[in-house]
């Protein structure tokens, strides 16, 4: 199974902070790496496929990068409805497998 | 509205069974692969089982297999997860969520694009 590993785990920032999460794979996944954002209580809600591609609807300072083993998620300017746990998901071979998530809070 | 609605999630004694059931709406289910995530009590996601659009291909995680079984039923546009012999570390939130592919040059993309809100499966005695 391929391991997905975010770091960090929990992160403290402000409103209008740069904020970057990233994601590692066990082995090489090219670019077939999705992001999800969970607010409390609710399902999760897909932010990105393909490592980069946004979903529709999704505001654009959220930005993606890397293939094979390093991704990175990216919030170029924090906003209030910005705080969750985001996770990564690899979607390379069965069994799909997630990162461990990344809480973003509030400093 | 294109919504999944989960239901049949409950308190259940260890070994027990449960059906779970995700009933879709506004779009064509039959075209779409599905999936059953998980989620226990504070922790993070889980892929547990994976169905074909037509119902002939199935997956599940290790953790899961021969106890829980995954089906589909088009033509009420329902996605089902049979569940035997549970668990107390089988209790979580249980999604349905659709899985999108996106073809490019070599290949598709796959993704989770719909979630339903999930139903709670307890585990104890």
């Known amino acids: 199974d391929i391991q997905m590993t975010q770091s960090p785990s929990s992160l403290s920032a402000s409103v209008g902070d740069r904020v970057t999460i990233t994601c590692r794979a066990s082995q090489s996944i090219s670019r077939y790496l999705n992001w999800y954002q969970q607010k409390p209580g609710k399902a999760p809600n897909l932010l990105m496929y393909?490592?980069?591609t946004l979903e529709s609807g999704v505001p654009s300072r959220f930005s993606g990068s890397g293939s094979g083993t390093d991704f990175t998620l990216t919030i170029s300017s924090l906003q209030p409805e910005d705080f969750a746990t985001y996770y990564c998901q690899q979607s390379y071979s069965t069994p799909w497998t997630f990162g461990q998530g990344t809480k973003v809070e509030i400093k | 509205e294109v919504q999944l609605v989960e239901s049949g999630g409950g308190l259940v004694q260890p070994g027990g069974s449960l059906r779970l059931s995700c009933e879709a709406s506004?779009?064509?289910?039959?075209?779409?692969?599905m999936n059953w995530v998980r989620q226990a009590p504070g922790k993070g996601l889980e892929w547990v089982s994976y169905i074909s659009s037509s119902g002939s291909t199935m997956y599940s995680a290790d953790s899961v297999k021969g106890r829980f079984t995954i089906s589909r039923d088009n033509a009420k546009n329902s996605l089902y997860l049979q569940m035997n012999s549970l668990r107390a570390e089988d209790t979580a939130i249980y999604y349905c969520a659709r899985e999108k592919e996106t073809a490019h040059d070599s290949g598709s993309w796959w993704y989770f694009d719909l979630w339903g809100r999930g139903t709670l499966v307890t585990v104890s005695s």
């Open positions: 393909a490592a980069s």
């Open positions: 506004d779009f064509t289910f039959s075209t779409y692969e």
